[in-house]
Each structure stands twice: as structure tokens, then as C-alpha cells.
């Protein structure tokens, strides 16, 4: 006895790659899409860069490195800035001289 034929399936329709932005949002001046990432390979430098604002930050890049990596690179460094811009504007007490405040004396009033 023969074997019955299995249908034969058809291929599944090829995934469709979603590509990822190329324009985000300005953390200082908070223009959509106002911001761009161009990636030299050669040169292994990425450069993002605000048009509104001329914001700029630079960062070194592998074969791996997509834009959306540099502006997660950005918004990291900015953060640790504020963060350590924040801790070194510690409120000190101002200086004072070693001299007391002399009290005024009071006013006298020659109307007697």
C-alpha cells in the first residue's frame, strides 16, 4: 500500500523589516524630528545634531551601532551631566570676616 501525498504548503510571505528612525525629538528645545544622526563608518564617528537648536553631541560607532544607539548614547550623557553639574553646585555657606557686625547705634532724635 501506498503512502497518501502531503499538501504541500505554501512559503511564508517574507517579514517585512521595519526600519527604525532616523529623526528624533531635541531633549533641549523639544522640536520633533528635529534632530538627525548621520554615521560616518569609515571614519567610525556618528555626529547627532539639532537644527533647531544647533544642539551637538559625538560619539564613536561600530558595525553594529544604529542611529536610535546614539541618540539612547545622547540622552545618557546629558543626563549624567545634569547629574554631576547638580552635585558640584553644592550650596556652601558664604564666607563671613572674622569681624562682628558692629550694632547700629540708636537714632537720636533732637526734637526734645
Known amino acids: 500500500m501506498g503512502k497518501r501525498k502531503k499538501s504541500s504548503r505554501k512559503p511564508a510571505p517574507a517579514r517585512v523589516k521595519v526600519p527604525?528612525?532616523?529623526?528624533?525629538?531635541?531633549?533641549?528645545?523639544?522640536?520633533?524630528?528635529?534632530?538627525?544622526?548621520?554615521?560616518?563608518?569609515?571614519?567610525?564617528?556618528?555626529?547627532?545634531?539639532?537644527?533647531?537648536?544647533?544642539?551637538?553631541?559625538?560619539?564613536?560607532?561600530?558595525?553594529?551601532?544604529?542611529?536610535?544607539?546614539?541618540?539612547?548614547?545622547?540622552?545618557d550623557a546629558a543626563d549624567e551631566a545634569q547629574r554631576v553639574g547638580e552635585s558640584s553646585t553644592v550650596r556652601r555657606p558664604t564666607a563671613s570676616s572674622s569681624r562682628p557686625v558692629p550694632a547700629r547705634a540708636p537714632s537720636v532724635d533732637d526734637s526734645d
Open 20 to 75: 527604525l528612525d532616523t529623526a528624533f525629538t531635541c531633549l533641549f528645545c523639544h522640536h520633533d524630528k528635529s534632530v538627525t544622526v548621520r554615521i560616518d563608518r569609515k571614519e567610525g564617528v556618528a555626529q547627532l545634531i539639532c537644527r533647531v537648536c544647533d544642539q551637538r553631541y559625538q560619539s564613536k560607532v561600530n558595525h553594529l551601532t544604529e542611529p536610535i544607539d546614539i541618540y539612547s548614547e545622547w540622552i
